[in-house]
Structures are given as C-alpha cells and as structure tokens.
C-alpha cells in the first residue's frame, strides 16, 4: 500500500514559520490533507486538498504540493500550534485507499 | 455542526468481539454524499483506518482488519458501529469515528474511546 513519510519531529520558535513535510511517489498527483492532534483529543483537519482550509481554522495554516512532497506551512506560529500533525491521502488504486502519514510532533520553543 | 460521539465498552476479553457505535448529530447518515467511517489509533502510534460504510449500505474494508471486521448502518437511529471480531491485545487503541468528506478527507471526527482488550 502506499507509503507517506514525515519527519519524527520539528521544533520552532514563537513567531517563526513551521514547515511540515509529508514525502510519497508522486504525491503531488494526489490531494493531500492535515491534521492537527493535540493530547488526548482527536484530530482536527487543519488543510484539505493540499491547500484548502475549512472553515474556522486560522489563515496561518497553509499547504503545498509538488513531486514527491507535501509541506504543511504554519506562518507566525503561536504557543497553541504544539501539537502532532499527520497528513493523509485518497490513493484511488489501492485496496487500502486512506493512507496515513507518520506523524510530525511540532515543538514551539 | 456535525458532531459524532463514540460508545461502547472501554475493557473487551481477549477473543471477544469489540462493538462499538457512533452516534451523529447535526447530520443524516442517510442524507447521501458521504462516507462514514472508522479510524484506530493505538498508544503513542499512528492512524489506522479501518472502513467505511454509505447509507446505502455498502462497505470498504482495511484489507488487513476485512475477516473481523463488520460496519453496518442504522439510519432510524442516526447510527453506524463497528464489530471487530476475536480481538487481542494488539486491537487496544483508541477508537475515533469519522465522517469522510469530498475530497476524500475526514472533516468531522468524533472524541474516541479508549478500548482496551484484556482478561
């Protein structure tokens, strides 16, 4: 089934920008979505279809899509931002066709 | 606002069936155009997905969870559960339902149940 890899960490300052990867073959032909789980609660999808936003979720989350990665973009990150991000893909030629990523714990310094 | 909230046991015997059910408000199961679906997290792990079900009906199995497995749909409840048939100890997760979106994504989850499988 298909694979989607993220970093096992990523740490940021106050105010600066996060940048989340998510690498699989050729994602960038597949929409990707993020998801933001902080503990003990569920997640939260932050961005759908690699750069859409639902409503309510702040414009400082954005996202991209090219080649074999996606990236997550947090811009001015806050305190509350701490969290673990997982990105997903629809992979429409699977038998197992809602693949998860790894999961990225983001730290705010 | 569709919200979804999970029930059910929270301490299953080992080589019993686990049975859980999702209850959805602000929403229809029935009202067409969505999925509705079970996702598994275990303890300090990732996502697993785990199938989905259509008000029609019609299911989509983990291949690797599809002979335990069972997703049905109960419409006059505003229902849909989950069976997962002789569980052991590596079926201890937390247990989140989800209603999946149009692009294929999952907008709406429920809080999850911790299920825990020991004698």
């Known amino acids: 089934s298909y694979v989607l890899t993220q970093p096992p960490s990523v740490s940021v300052a106050p105010g600066k920008t996060a940048r989340i990867s998510c690498g699989g073959n050729?994602?960038?032909?597949?929409?990707v979505h993020w998801y933001q789980q902080k503990p003990g609660q569920a997640p939260v999808l932050v961005v759908y279809?690699?750069?859409d936003r639902p409503s309510g979720i702040p414009e400082r989350f954005s996202g991209s899509n090219s080649g074999n990665t996606a990236t997550l973009i947090i811009s001015r990150v806050e305190a509350g931002d701490e969290a673990d991000y997982f990105c997903q893909v629809w992979d429409s030629s699977s038998d197992h066709p809602y693949v998860f990523g790894t999961g990225t714990k983001v730290t705010v310094l | 606002q569709v919200q979804l909230q999970e029930s059910g046991p929270g301490l299953v015997q080992p080589s019993q069936t686990l049975s859980l059910t999702c209850t959805v408000s602000g929403g229809t199961v029935s009202s067409g155009g969505y999925y509705w679906s079970w996702i598994r997290q275990h303890p300090v792990k990732g996502l697993e997905w785990i199938g989905y079900i259509y008000y029609s009906g019609s299911t989509h199995y983990n291949p690797s969870l599809k002979s335990r497995v069972t997703i049905s749909v109960e419409p006059s409840e505003n229902q849909f559960s989950l069976n997962l048939r002789s569980v052991t100890a590596a079926d201890t997760a937390v247990y989140y339902c989800?209603?999946?979106?149009?692009?294929?994504?999952?907008?709406?989850w429920g809080q999850g149940t911790l299920v825990t499988v020991s004698s």
């Open positions: 050729i994602i960038g032909s597949k929409g």
């Open positions: 989800a209603r999946v979106g149009g692009a294929n994504h999952f907008d709406y």
């Open positions: 279809d690699d750069s």
